[in-house]
């Protein structure tokens, strides 16, 4: 298996695998002259997978629809400010309601589809593991991982609701509880030994369900953790490319199902409010529901799929006719005690390695935003709003740069954090660029400082301009001298050149976030890729 590293070149953010877009990124249908009404949805990343559909909706109704896809925590957190930019919310899961609606805006919320969130593992493994035949728990999971005989791909926990479901599911299991999770059963030294013995399993870390399944396909990973229908998609695209499909595992007593919840946010607009209720009927109708079945998505327990054998495979381990038993999520203390827990505690801890660029184009308003976006993520009181603080083991390097590197500033653990953000907010800019000599030395550091089977590491690079001084090509030699497979994310920001980290992004299997609108927002989405 090959070893991996989840390196971040923050030096400008996008949303696409290899393409530039927002961290928000966005869908518009419809918006024409005619258009009786136009909502504004902020939705979970895998409704884009819905898009034909709500071109459709849109075309039928009359009406236009704007999506702007964003992580659970960030759609929780717009609930709790009031969500005053949106007409509509549309999450994975209703806790993400429930966690959000201080205020109580929400009305009109029922449920589009549903689906279970299920190991998709590659099926000649899922074979040789004996999980193709008979129910597989969790502990049969960690047994796999524990011995060496799997490795996975997962969202995280506190981003993304994939994560978030499938890892509550993995405490019920662990735990042994069969009614409700409380506060007390998250204190058990057992629990936290098992449950960090499984997380030491992933390979990647995702902030993004829809993006896990474009990396899980770029890449050559034994298994992913996320939606049936996520891995429906990927197996089609699998067989379209001669590869090996995923094998669905249903853990039997961790079971969890997303149920896409589409609800009004009532801001006192009846017209807006009409709006919605229209749309929503449309894909409520039999119709939208048999298009929404195509998808790979659920439309009902009693459904017959039977017509749908081509889509819900029954070679791929998916069963329709199994009575899935979901567990019931626990109270809104406990999972945010749990979610808590996960980014202090459980997770496999990070291995941060900032590539800061203090060149002399960073001057005044450019600097400024760096170091307040650093300082969101480095103050505990700040990371902890968008449940992105740092673990106890967690290690946190900062490499300075402009035209060469500048200085390195090391702190392992969470206590000293504040210092190293003190470090930062001493820099000074001036000088030219090199974000390959920085990117490289942050590789190489990594490599050679740390046993990365320990960590899920992250080189992150935030820069302004266009490497003009440095050398790709050493870059990519010493990249490749390594022998790890490490992603290369990036954070656009103000002039930085799309092109060269689009290569980098492509070369590794990464992505590219867009800072240049918001770059707090997008340290903290590209944070939680890790």
């Known amino acids: 298996m090959k070893k991996v590293i989840c390196i971040i070149l923050s030096a400008v953010l996008s949303a ?40 459709e909706c849109s075309k039928k109704t009359g009406i236009g629809i704007e999506m702007t896809y964003k992580g659970s925590v960030d759609i929780m957190n717009e609930l709790k400010n009031g969500a005053e930019d949106y007409d509509a919310v549309w999450p994975a899961s209703s806790i993400w309601l429930s966690l959000g609606d201080d205020k109580h805006i929400i009305k009109h919320d029922k449920s589009i589809s549903s689906s279970p969130v299920v190991f998709g593992i590659k099926k000649s493994v899922a074979e040789n593991l004996g999980f193709t035949s008979g129910k597989v728990s969790v502990n049969d999971i960690l047994a796999a991982i524990n011995s060496g005989n799997l490795s996975f791909c997962m969202t995280s926990a506190t981003q993304s609701n994939s994560g978030a479901s499938a890892y509550i599911g993995f405490l019920y299991a662990l735990t042994g509880k069969t009614s409700a999770l409380n506060s007390a059963d998250l204190d058990s030294p057992l629990l936290r030994e098992n449950i960090s013995s499984l997380f030491s399993g992933i390979e990647r870390s995702s902030g993004s369900s829809d993006w896990l399944k474009d990396m899980f396909l770029a890449g050559n990973y034994d298994a992913m953790v996320n939606y049936e229908s996520l891995m429906i998609a990927a197996n089609k695209e699998l067989i379209s490319q001669g590869r090996e499909p995923l094998y669905a595992v249903y853990p039997y007593d961790g079971l969890t199902v997303a149920d896409s919840p589409l609800a009004y946010a009532d801001h006192g607009n009846k017209d807006k409010e009409t709006a919605f209720l229209a749309v929503q009927e449309y894909l409520l109708s039999d119709n939208a ?51 808590n827990l996960y980014q202090t505690a459980f997770r496999k801890p990070s291995l941060n390695i900032y590539c800061l660029d203090f060149s002399g184009s960073m001057s005044g308003e450019g600097n ?86 320990n960590y899920c590491p992250a080189v992150i690079i935030m820069s302004d301009g266009a490497s003009k001084t440095g050398s790709r090509e050493d870059f990519i030699g010493g990249y490749k001298a390594c022998g790890y497979d490490i992603p290369v994310f990036s954070i656009m920001f103000g002039d930085a050149d799309d092109s060269q980290l689009n290569e980098l992004a492509k070369l590794t299997n990464a992505r590219v976030f867009d800072g240049r609108s918001d770059l707090i927002a997008a340290f903290r989405s590209v944070k939680g890729y890790n």
């Not at 290899?18 to 939705?43: D, H, M, P, Q, V």
């Not at 006719?321 to 809104?332: A, D, F, G, Q």
């Not at 490499?399 to 390195?408: A, H, K, P, Q």
């Open 16 to 55: 696409g695998i290899f393409s530039s877009c927002s961290s928000a990124s966005e869908n518009s249908f419809g918006g024409g002259a005619f258009e009786k009404e136009t909502i504004r949805i902020l939705s979970g990343s895998e409704n884009k997978e819905l898009s034909d559909i709500l071109a």
């Open 289 to 339: 529901q048999e298009k929404i079945r195509r998808t790979g998505r659920r439309t009902g327990f009693t459904e017959d799929y039977s017509q749908y054998g081509d889509i819900f495979n029954a070679d791929w381990g998916i069963d329709t006719e199994k009575i899935l038993s979901p567990i019931t999520m626990p109270s809104e203390e406990t999972l945010m005690k749990a979610l």
């Open 368 to 453: 400024r935003q760096l170091v307040e976006a650093m300082e969101q993520i480095l103050i505990p009181e700040n990371a902890e709003k968008n449940l992105l603080q740092a673990s106890e083991n967690e290690v946190n390097i900062v490499v300075t740069f402009d035209g060469s590197v500048r200085n390195i500033y090391t702190v392992e653990g969470s206590e000293n954090l504040p210092l190293l953000y003190g470090d930062i907010a001493a820099e000074e800019p001036g000088g030219g660029t090199d974000m390959y000599a920085a990117a490289l030395e942050g590789v190489e550091y990594a490599v050679t400082g740390y046993d990365l089977n």
